[in-house]
C-alpha cells in the first residue's frame, strides 16, 4: 500500500514554456502533499504544502506565481511551472500524508526537468 | 533549522555495521528515515515518535534520544542493497512539515 505516482518522469522544454506534474495517491486519500525540489547531491528542500481545497503554502523563497500548486481532490496535486528557464532545470519530487496518518510521508517517483 | 547528519559519507565492506546520526538543536516531536538510490525517489524506512524508541526494518534499525534531540540509524551486516543516500527528516511538532538534513552517502563494497 501507500504509493505515490508522478507524471510524467522526465520532462525536456524550451525556455519559456509552462510544464505541468502531477502528483496521485493511488491507494490511500492524502489530505497533504508536498513538494520538494532536489539538486545533484543534495537534500530535498520543501517548496511547498498543499491541502486539499485550500491554498498551497508556499516556504520563504519560492515564488508562488512561477510554481502553481493545485490540490483539486484528495488523490491530485498538480505543480505548474511557469515560463520555465534553465535554472529551473531539478529533479521535482512530491510527497503524501494519508488521511489520519498523522506523519507519515509517501515520496512518488520523482519527475526530471530540463528546461532548454 | 536544517537537522545535522553525521557522517557525510561512509564506506562499508559487506557485513560490516555503521551508525548514522542526526542532530537537531531544537526540541523534536518525530524523526524519519529515509534512504534514496540513485535517481530515484526517497523510500520511507522508519519514523520514530516516542523519546527512548527503537524500532527495526530487516536489519536497520534505530532510535531517538528524545532529551538529546537526536536519533542514530543502525546498520548491521550490511548488505549491498544497502547502499544510497540515507536522509533524517525532522518534525518539530505533530501535523508540522518534514526538515531533511544533509544525508549520509552509504556504499557498501562487497
Known amino acids: 500500500g501507500a504509493v505515490v505516482s508522478q507524471h510524467p518522469s522526465w520532462v525536456i522544454c524550451k525556455s519559456g514554456t509552462s510544464v505541468k506534474i502531477e502528483c496521485r495517491s493511488l491507494?490511500?486519500?492524502?489530505?497533504?502533499m508536498f513538494w520538494y525540489r532536489q539538486f545533484p547531491k543534495q537534500s530535498l528542500m520543501l517548496m511547498a504544502t498543499?491541502?486539499?481545497?485550500?491554498?498551497?503554502?508556499?516556504e520563504q523563497g519560492v515564488e508562488k506565481d512561477k510554481f502553481l500548486i493545485n490540490h483539486a481532490s484528495l488523490t491530485l496535486s498538480t505543480l505548474t511551472v511557469t515560463s520555465a528557464h534553465p535554472e529551473d532545470s531539478s529533479f521535482y519530487i512530491c510527497?503524501?500524508?494519508?488521511?489520519?496518518?498523522?506523519?507519515?510521508?509517501?515520496f512518488g517517483p520523482g519527475t526530471r526537468l530540463l528546461v532548454l | 533549522q536544517q537537522p545535522v547528519q553525521s557522517p557525510q559519507a561512509v564506506i562499508l565492506r559487506e557485513g560490516e555495521d555503521a551508525v548514522i546520526n542526526c542532530s537537531s538543536s531544537?526540541?523534536?516531536?518525530?524523526v524519519h528515515w529515509y534512504r534514496q538510490k540513485h535517481g530515484e525517489a526517497p523510500v520511507f524506512l522508519m519514523i520514530?515518535?516516542?523519546?527512548?524508541e527503537q524500532k527495526g526494518h530487516d536489519k536497520i534499525s534505530a532510535s531517538f534520544n528524545e532529551k538529546k534531540q537526536q536519533s542514530s540509524l543502525y546498520l548491521t551486516a550490511s548488505q549491498l542493497s544497502y547502499s544510497g543516500t540515507y536522509f533524517c527528516?525532522?518534525?518539530?511538532?505533530?501535523?508540522?512539515?518534514?526538515?531533511f538534513g544533509g544525508g549520509t552517502r552509504v556504499l557498501v563494497k562487497p
Open positions: 510527497s503524501a500524508r494519508e488521511m489520519g496518518q498523522q506523519e507519515t510521508q509517501y
Open positions: 491507494d490511500f486519500q492524502a489530505t497533504t
Open positions: 498543499s491541502n486539499e481545497g485550500s491554498k498551497a503554502t508556499y
Open positions: 531544537k526540541a523534536l516531536y518525530s
Open positions: 520514530l515518535l516516542k523519546g527512548g
Open positions: 527528516g525532522t518534525v518539530k511538532a505533530a501535523g508540522n512539515k518534514l526538515t
